[in-house]
């Protein structure tokens, strides 16, 4: 079984930036692809970031692309999500996400989940 355990969230102001990480632990991370959905309030949840196994490709959901970030060490069984300029509809609770799957797209249905973060970003 795989734990996933994310931190970095908070309260930033717009045009801020904040960087999410989420520590893995349980099995060989680099078997598992990595990724990051978010569920703004009262609204459905929504691929934000995904990243194969060995780090060498990323994919972004459009609202983030240009803004955000990902990378992984797997040295440290940890991916990071670098996020920049940052805006108010980004605020949700973000989740990380892992598949035994090579990759993770938008559309994948992950196989472990941490217990998300909370990011709020102010006007």
């Known amino acids: 079984q795989v734990q996933l355990v994310e931190s970095g969230g908070g309260l930033v102001q717009a045009g801020g930036s904040l960087r999410l990480s989420c520590a893995a632990s349980?099995?060989?991370?680099?078997?598992?692809?990595m990724g990051w959905f978010r569920q703004p309030p009262g609204k459905e949840r929504e691929f934000v970031a995904g990243?194969?196994?060995?780090?060498?490709?990323?994919m972004y959901g459009d609202s983030v692309k240009g803004r955000f970030a990902l990378s992984r060490a797997n040295d440290r069984n940890t991916v990071y999500l670098q996020m920049n300029s940052l805006k108010p509809e980004d605020t949700a609770v973000y989740y990380c996400?892992?598949?035994?799957?090579?990759?993770?797209?938008?559309?994948?249905?992950?196989?472990?989940w941490g217990q998300g973060t909370q990011v709020t970003v102010s006007s």
């Open positions: 996400a892992g598949t035994n799957r090579e990759l993770f797209l938008s559309t994948t249905t992950p196989d472990y």
């Open positions: 990243i194969t196994r060995g780090g060498g490709m990323t």
């Open positions: 349980g099995r060989t991370f680099s078997s598992y692809a």
